[in-house]
């Protein structure tokens, strides 16, 4: 492992990762229910979630983990991790995901990754350049 791929590696947080992987392993059970999402709150809380399939278009685990997270009273979220289901592993956020955790939290990192470029904690803007912010429209109360 190089150095350069050590260095980015220190920021990802491995426990984070753990609870997703853990919840994928025992909570994810056929179609409906392939991926776990675990989030840490600003208070250190973790909060897990798995997405909801259905062909209509359920939520994805991120979206879900957003609000159990809002139901347990944590709604500073600062780090995010999917994880699928089979041991498939850390699997990056759909583009609504994307959208949605930049609206809602837009200093959030991000954990995404695999094989030979590991595992990296990344800025949900990186994941969305030149995005569209959802704020930007709404006036300003004064």
Same mark, same amino acid.
């Given at each position: 492992?190089?150095?350069?791929?050590?260095?980015?590696?220190?920021?990802?947080?491995?426990?984070?990762?753990?609870?997703?992987?853990?919840?994928? +392993?025992?909570?994810? +059970? %056929?179609?409906?229910?392939?991926?776990?999402?675990?989030?840490?709150?600003?208070? %250190?809380?973790?909060?897990?979630?798995?997405?909801?399939?259905?062909?209509?278009?359920?939520?994805?685990?991120?979206?879900?983990?957003?609000?159990?997270?809002?139901?347990?009273?944590?709604?500073?979220?600062?780090?995010?991790?999917?994880?699928?289901?089979?041991?498939? %592993?850390?699997?990056?956020?759909?583009? +609504?995901?994307?959208?949605?955790?930049?609206?809602?939290?837009?200093?959030?990192?991000?954990?995404?990754?695999?094989?030979?470029?590991?595992? +990296?904690?990344?800025?949900?803007?990186?994941?969305?350049?030149?995005?569209?912010?959802?704020?930007?429209?709404?006036?300003?109360?004064?």
């Amino acid at each position: 492992m190089s150095a350069q791929s050590h260095d980015v590696d220190v920021d990802v947080d491995r426990e984070l990762v753990e609870a997703a992987a853990h919840i994928a +392993r025992t909570r994810c +059970r %056929g179609d409906n229910h392939t991926v776990a999402a675990a989030a840490r709150a600003r208070d %250190g809380r973790i909060v897990t979630a798995v997405n909801a399939y259905h062909f209509t278009g359920g939520p994805c685990a991120e979206l879900v983990v957003i609000g159990a997270a809002a139901a347990q009273g944590a709604y500073e979220l600062d780090v995010i991790v999917a994880v699928g289901d089979r041991e498939r %592993g850390v699997v990056p956020p759909c583009g +609504r995901c994307r959208q949605a955790l930049l609206d809602y939290f837009p200093g959030m990192r991000v954990i995404v990754g695999t094989g030979d470029r590991g595992l +990296r904690s990344v800025p949900v803007g990186e994941l969305l350049p030149e995005s569209y912010m959802w704020a930007d429209h709404q006036l300003d109360d004064e």
